[in-house]
């Protein structure tokens, strides 16, 4: 007779779990109009991908999902300002730009440019519909990793 394993999740396990259970809430509260809520749980889901992100396990996943939430923070939430203290762009930028100057792992880094990419051109819209200043430095900060990038590979 076989014992029975115990199953039991890792804390970024769970993190990504609760990371989907709220993106689930944010939607449903989106559909019946509660905009405040959503926006609430949007940027709670983004908190939590950004821990993933910037641990020590971050992989294409991780990457993906930070692009993915970013661009629901992005349609859900209130416009982003240069005079706001908090720039989900901002961190999502800094982030994966962090990860890029750590990495060794060319398949990674490749990830982790297309992801920066995709947090750029939020940001660029930003630029382009409010002439945000902090928009634009990240729109640089992009640019001159892709031409590295680009020089290295």
Avoid: W
């Avoid at 923070?73 to 706001?84: E, N, T």
């Amino acid at each position: 007779m076989s014992k029975p394993s115990l199953v039991f999740s890792t804390k970024l396990e769970c993190q990504a779990i609760e990371y989907n259970r709220l993106l689930k809430r944010a939607e449903s509260a989106f559909l019946v109009g509660k905009q405040q809520e959503a926006e609430s749980l949007y940027l709670s889901a983004f908190d939590i991908s950004l821990k993933l992100l910037q641990s020590p396990t971050a992989n294409r996943v991780s990457i993906e999902r930070m692009v993915e939430i970013s661009n629901y923070c992005f349609d859900h939430c209130s416009v982003l300002c240069d005079c706001s203290e908090y720039h989900f762009l901002e961190e999502a930028g800094e982030a994966l730009a962090a990860l890029l100057l750590q990495s060794n792992k060319s398949e990674l880094s490749s990830y982790l440019l297309r992801g920066y990419r995709e947090v750029a051109n939020l940001a660029f819209e930003l630029v382009r519909f409010n002439q945000s200043i902090r928009a634009q430095e990240i729109v640089n900060s992009y640019i001159h990793f892709e031409r590295i990038y680009k020089k290295s590979h």
